[in-house]
């Protein structure tokens, strides 16, 4: 039985401080609920921020704070969405957040609000500064809250230069692991109170606890920081090896282990040596001691002085970046580190929670929920019919996501068999395209190329668009480098999508509008439903189409056609686009996604290396001359010529029998 087997926790956090809270917990058992907006919250996709991939079936970052936790997306600006909220709360033993106050009063979650109505719950809240004051409903991040004004850059680096950077995230592990034993002896107490509590701490706090019994010391300094060359102690210090490692001692009680520290570096002379031997002493002459320790320690390689120090009783480390704390083999036998296999294949080593139980066991990991993931599960066990979760979440009150369809916020796949489905998923937006967008386009067209089993990909997108082009809104915000920055990015991922080895087909469900009608050109075959709109409407803004509609159009449907349509910015039917030849087919538009599989099916039966080849002579034929794209063609004829599908297709043909494709 888990610890905490039994206790149900609603999570409606955001980012990592209040995640870390409910990650620990749910390590503990406890029954966690992640409670997320219906595009998911913005720490899904923060890893980019540190260069980690931030898709579904590899989010590394996301998952440190999100494990083992179960996940339901929901609109709660909606009344229905406030009733399922408060479904959730009604037996619910904690509910943590790390959301701004006036957020909180937007939405009468509260603790005010939600105590009077459930006395028995346990409240926890985490923010940048208290709940006191003029600075209690500042935005305070880690990097503000913690490491700024928590004073912790303020003592790390050299006197009267900048701070030192931050570490990203770690002022709020460290505070929300602090809340974590508030919460335990809140749950304790109730249970000899009968009565709820408010637990509240936040990132300010957490540094000012941390770094207290050197604040606390500095009242007596005129300047906290130190350099490496004077410190207070100069056995408390980093030095340098031979070949060139850095490593840093701590000796605590000077006298008993300064005669072994001078038989580590040879100069056993020093050992009595009064100027040295007593702590009073040395910090007068630091600055010479620490040169006599540079001296000797550059003496000898880090394998010798590892040995060295050992032997005296010496405490020490050597200084480990991130890789070597991932390739740590003692973190890795402690658990401290767990290697985790990610839902596309890949082996991570990601954090465990730092408290271990013998009789317990290993702690538990599951992956971290994909947006709205167990929504349909959780919403049966509250009491709703699956007729009213269909409607929630036709009318956008929920997400339902299947755990097999991949991806990031707004775009996401699913593959069956050899096709794969992409699927754009900013309905409210109208699938507006902003970097977020292009991030998890990028990212999802990775997934499915690196996929060898698909070879053909249908896109489509959810509600009334395809893809309506960029954001305004976010264009309307942007700066010139900000939104050079977007259009080369889109350019780039556009021409990833052109270049697939995959047969790329566009299934267009509504406007395709600007950017969304460039993607589309970008695909190898476009059909469209009755209802779709086509149109590169840039000039309208000032601007002309940035993602290649001035090239490919033309292209698609011949140069006067395409000028047209560029030069007036006007919108064009499905059934205008098929006259001229932008789209191959126009259909009803509750076929259009059975037809595009049609397609793809008679894709699917024709040698995969044959289809591949044709695709290159094709794409890369249209870039070059005629007789340079013959030249082309030829090399890839005689590519096919050579495989073992073109004997295996010759003895179809002559047996009469369907072909078995090996894909040699």
């Known amino acids: 039985?888990?610890?905490?087997?039994?206790?149900?926790?609603?999570?409606?956090?955001?980012?990592?401080?209040?995640?870390?809270?409910?990650?620990?917990?749910?390590?503990?058992?406890?029954?966690?609920?992640?409670?997320?907006?219906?595009?998911?919250?913005?720490?899904?996709?923060?890893?980019?921020?540190l260069g980690a991939p931030t898709g579904a079936q590899e989010n590394p970052m996301f998952e440190v704070g999100n494990a083992n936790?179960?996940?339901?997306?929901?609109?709660?600006?909606?009344?229905e969405g406030q009733e399922i909220m408060h479904r959730l709360l009604a037996d619910a033993d904690v509910f943590i957040t790390n959301y701004r106050i006036q957020a909180l009063e937007t939405l009468n979650l509260t603790y005010e609000e939600l105590s009077r109505k459930y006395p028995l719950l346990v409240y926890g809240f985490l923010n940048g500064f208290g709940t006191q004051g003029e600075m209690a409903r500042d935005p305070g991040f880690d990097v503000i809250s913690f490491w700024a004004r928590g004073s912790v850059l303020g003592f790390l680096g050299e006197p009267n230069g900048s701070p030192a950077s931050s570490l990203p995230a770690g002022g709020d592990v460290?505070?929300?692991?602090?809340?974590?034993?508030?919460i335990l002896a809140a749950l304790y107490g109730r249970k000899k109170t009968g009565k709820g509590e408010k637990v509240e701490s936040s990132l300010y706090h957490g540094a000012i606890w941390s770094t207290g019994l050197f604040n606390?010391?500095?009242?007596?300094?005129?300047?906290?920081?130190?350099?490496?060359?004077?410190?207070?102690?100069?056995l408390a210090?980093?030095?340098?090896?031979?070949?060139?490692?850095?490593?840093?001692?701590?000796?605590?009680?000077?006298?008993?282990?300064?005669?072994?520290?001078?038989?580590?570096?040879?100069?056993?002379?020093?050992?009595?040596?009064?100027?040295?031997?007593?702590?009073?002493?040395?910090?007068?002459?630091?600055?010479?001691?620490?040169?006599?320790?540079?001296?000797?320690?550059?003496?000898?390689?880090?394998?010798?002085?590892?040995?060295?120090?050992?032997?005296?009783d010496i405490a020490f480390s050597r200084v480990f970046d991130a890789h070597d704390i991932n390739r740590d083999p003692h973190a890795l036998e402690n658990d401290f580190l767990r290697v985790v296999t990610m839902p596309n294949g890949n082996s991570v080593p990601l954090p465990t929670s730092p408290c271990q139980f013998r009789k317990e066991g290993l702690l538990p990991w599951e992956h971290a929920p994909q947006i709205g993931q167990d929504a349909a599960a959780i919403l049966l066990a509250l009491g709703y019919g699956n007729e009213e979760i269909k409607d929630l979440y036709e009318r956008s009150i929920i997400s339902l996501e299947n755990p097999r369809e991949w991806g990031g916020r707004y775009v996401k796949w699913k593959k069956d068999g050899s096709i794969a489905f992409l699927r754009f998923t900013r309905p409210q937006a109208l699938n507006a395209m902003d970097m977020d967008f292009l991030h998890d386009?990028?990212?999802?067209?990775?997934?499915?190329?690196?996929?060898?089993?698909?070879?053909?990909?249908?896109?489509?997108?959810?509600?009334?668009?395809?893809?309506?082009?960029?954001?305004?809104?976010?264009f309307g915000r942007m700066t010139v480098e900000e939104n050079y920055?977007?259009?080369?990015?889109?350019?780039?991922?556009?021409?990833?999508?052109?270049?697939?080895?995959?047969?790329?087909?566009?299934?267009?469900?509504?406007?395709?509008?600007?950017?969304?009608?460039?993607?589309?050109?970008?695909c190898d075959i476009r059909i469209a439903c009755d209802t779709a709109v086509f149109g590169q409407p840039e000039v309208g803004l000032g601007i002309i189409p940035g993602g290649g509609g001035t090239q490919r159009l033309p292209r698609a449907v011949g140069y006067g056609i395409a000028t047209e349509m560029i030069v007036t910015g006007d919108q064009i039917s499905a059934q205008r686009a098929l006259e001229i030849g932008l789209v191959s087919k126009v259909v009803p538009k509750d076929e259009l996604i059975s037809q595009a599989v049609l397609l793809a099916e008679r894709i699917c039966k024709n040698a995969p290396i044959a289809i591949q080849s044709a695709l290159k002579a094709i794409k890369e034929g249209r870039e070059v001359s005629l007789d340079e794209g013959l030249k082309i063609e030829i090399e890839c004829f005689d590519l096919c010529f050579q495989t073992k599908d073109r004997i295996e297709g010759v003895k179809a043909f002559f047996g009469n029998r369907a072909p078995v494709w090996s894909g040699e």
């Open 441 to 474: 386009l990028d990212e999802v067209l990775e997934e499915i190329e690196a996929d060898g089993e698909i070879r053909v990909v249908i896109l489509t997108g959810e509600g009334k668009a395809f893809v309506a082009g960029a954001d305004i809104e976010a």
């Open 485 to 522: 920055k977007m259009l080369e990015y889109g350019l780039k991922v556009t021409r990833k999508l052109e270049l697939m080895k995959k047969t790329t087909i566009a299934a267009v469900n509504g406007f395709a509008l600007g950017g969304g009608c460039e993607l589309a050109l970008a």
């Open 1 to 49: 039985m888990g610890l905490l087997e039994g206790i149900k926790i609603i999570d409606f956090t955001t980012y990592i401080a209040g995640s870390i809270v409910t990650r620990i917990l749910a390590d503990y058992k406890a029954d966690v609920i992640k409670v997320e907006p219906l595009t998911g919250e913005p720490f899904r996709v923060w890893g980019r921020t």
């Open 237 to 312: 210090n980093s030095f340098q090896s031979q070949d060139r490692k850095w490593f840093f001692i701590g000796v605590m009680e000077y006298e008993r282990h300064w005669p072994g520290l001078c038989r580590v570096i040879d100069r056993i002379d020093l050992s009595d040596d009064a100027r040295y031997l007593y702590f009073e002493n040395a910090n007068k002459n630091s600055v010479e001691m620490t040169r006599i320790l540079d001296e000797g320690f550059a003496k000898y390689t880090m394998e010798e002085l590892e040995s060295r120090l050992a032997e005296a």
């Open 174 to 182: 460290i505070s929300g692991t602090y809340l974590v034993g508030g």
């Open 216 to 234: 606390t010391a500095s009242n007596y300094w005129e300047n906290p920081r130190k350099t490496r060359s004077k410190p207070d102690s100069p």
């Open 69 to 79: 936790k179960k996940g339901i997306s929901i609109d709660l600006k909606t009344e």
